[in-house]
């Protein structure tokens, strides 16, 4: 799904009217597509509420979408360097929007508070000329402490439906 690019509208109104929903689901979940290069905190949390809000003004429109049913995108590395999700969780996007992800409201879609998570994107290799999240840049200070910080659990629990 990808908000504020308006390139994947149709695959995101069917994914979002047919495959995740809450009460006949396809899909566990989706993630929401990143800009190609960090966003803001700011930035990120708006193009996450188009998801939960939907877009009724669109002909035919985008339902909204359950947070529940749904992950925040932020990338990890960009280029030729490891960002800050990877390296220094406490001025990364993931510690700024975390309040956000963990309590946006539903708005007619769902019935629970707080988005699924976050997703990462660009680790390991994503280019033969960007860099990996393979030593030196293992992760470990960025979402490695983000998930010590926002106590993520391993092994993974059983999603919410709604």
Request: one cysteine or more.
């Amino acid at each position: 799904m990808a908000a504020g690019d308006r390139w994947l509208i149709d695959i995101n109104r069917k994914a979002t009217a047919d495959w995740l929903r809450t009460d006949t689901p396809v899909l566990d979940y989706a993630n929401a597509m990143v800009a190609a290069r960090s966003a803001s905190a700011g930035t990120a949390q708006a193009d996450w509420q188009e998801h939960v809000d939907g877009k009724p003004q669109y002909s035919p429109p985008v339902p909204p979408l359950a947070p529940a049913k749904f992950t925040g995108g932020s990338y990890i590395a960009y280029g030729g360097k490891p960002l800050p999700e990877c390296v220094d969780y406490a001025t990364s996007v993931q510690r700024a929007a975390a309040p956000y992800v963990q309590s946006v409201a539903p708005n007619g879609a769902g019935t629970t508070a707080g988005m699924l998570g976050f997703m990462f994107w660009a680790a390991e290799r994503p280019a033969t000329r960007g860099i990996g999240t393979v030593p030196p840049n293992t992760c470990e200070a960025g979402a490695g402490a983000g998930a010590s910080a926002l106590s993520v659990p391993a092994p993974m629990p059983a999603l919410r439906q709604s």
